[in-house]
């Protein structure tokens, strides 16, 4: 009896550890939000930044004054995956919504879509590049007439990226790439 | 040897610039009736690398067009399907209809049980 009340208490404790450190997790994700908005740098320096390590140590000793027992490093590994996963969407954002004004960012999403035709041109010959530009401008303009600029600029930036997969396989194909890539596999 | 068997989207594509006017044979109305046939989205470098394969077998020869406004001054490039082409669509149908004749439709075998 007496052990089973004792196994009761350590599954409560357990929960109420884990209660504590889920909150503090969400409530250094809500914080750090604003900090990842224009973060020149990968997730690692983000990680690394005093920002994060201030606000980590600040929920740390904060946890271990209630009684839960956690070290910097084991929180920083439980935040870690969703931090991840917030920073690419926010840094996704930043590139094309402007945030003071919440409307879609042009000059950025100009200079992906003229990247996006960069690729094209590099791997395609000069007449089939022309053309395959000239169809995504004018398929631009049929949708920017029917349902206006953001989604025009979507469709585009859709077609150019879904278009590179083909045309980098059929270029190595071109180059004979993939028979020399299997070549140097299967003798590694 | 015998002219090869295409795949399902070169036939879509040789199909669509039979099927559309010889003003229309460029890229964008290509994809657009692709899109149609197949009820799939189509990219445009799907397209063009298949348009490319089919004018190196020989199915197909393509020409420099005008350069438009609202293409952003850049020239269309036409297609026009050859003789080879049209061979190869016609295979493609007689490959289609033995295949059906040789697969017992499941009505026959329903029958044939029965």
């Keep these: 009896m007496k052990l089973m009340r004792t196994n009761q208490e350590a599954a409560r404790r357990g929960r109420r550890h884990n209660d504590r450190v889920k909150t503090s997790t969400t409530f250094l994700i809500k914080k750090l939000k604003k900090d990842m908005n224009g973060f020149e740098g990968s997730f690692e320096e983000f990680l690394r930044s005093k920002e994060v390590n201030d606000e980590i140590a600040r929920l740390v000793s904060q946890l271990r004054q209630k009684g839960t027992k956690i070290t910097r490093r084991e929180f920083k590994n439980r935040c870690a995956s969703e931090l991840k996963s917030l920073f690419y969407v926010v840094s996704y954002l930043h590139e094309v919504v402007d945030v003071s004004t919440g409307l879609s960012n042009p000059s950025k999403g100009e200079g992906r879509r003229r990247f996006g035709e960069f690729l094209l041109y590099l791997f395609l010959d000069l007449d089939t590049a022309e053309a395959v530009s000239g169809d995504l401008e004018e398929g631009y303009q049929k949708v920017l007439k029917k349902f206006g600029e953001r989604k025009a600029k979507i469709w585009c930036t859709k077609q150019v990226y879904s278009s590179l997969w083909p045309v980098f396989v059929a270029w190595t194909k071109k180059l004979n790439l993939l028979s020399v890539l299997f070549g140097l596999i299967r003798r590694g | ?114």
Excluded at chain 2, 34 to 52: K, N
Excluded at chain 2, 65 to 72: I, L, N, Q, S
């Design chain 2, 1 to 114: 040897m015998g002219l090869e068997i295409i795949s399902p989207f070169e036939e879509f594509v040789l199909l669509a610039i039979t099927k559309l006017p010889e003003e229309d044979t460029y890229g964008v109305p290509i994809r657009e009736a692709v899109e149609e046939f197949s009820g799939e989205m189509v990219s445009v470098g799907q397209l063009y690398t298949t348009l490319d394969r089919l004018e190196k077998k020989g199915f197909l020869t393509s020409r420099q067009g005008e350069a438009t406004e609202e293409r952003g001054g850049k020239a269309k490039r036409y297609y026009k399907i050859e003789g080879l082409g049209e061979a190869a669509l016609a295979k493609a149908d007689r490959v289609r209809l033995n295949a059906k004749q040789w697969v017992p439709s499941k009505a026959r075998l329903a029958g044939g049980a029965a």
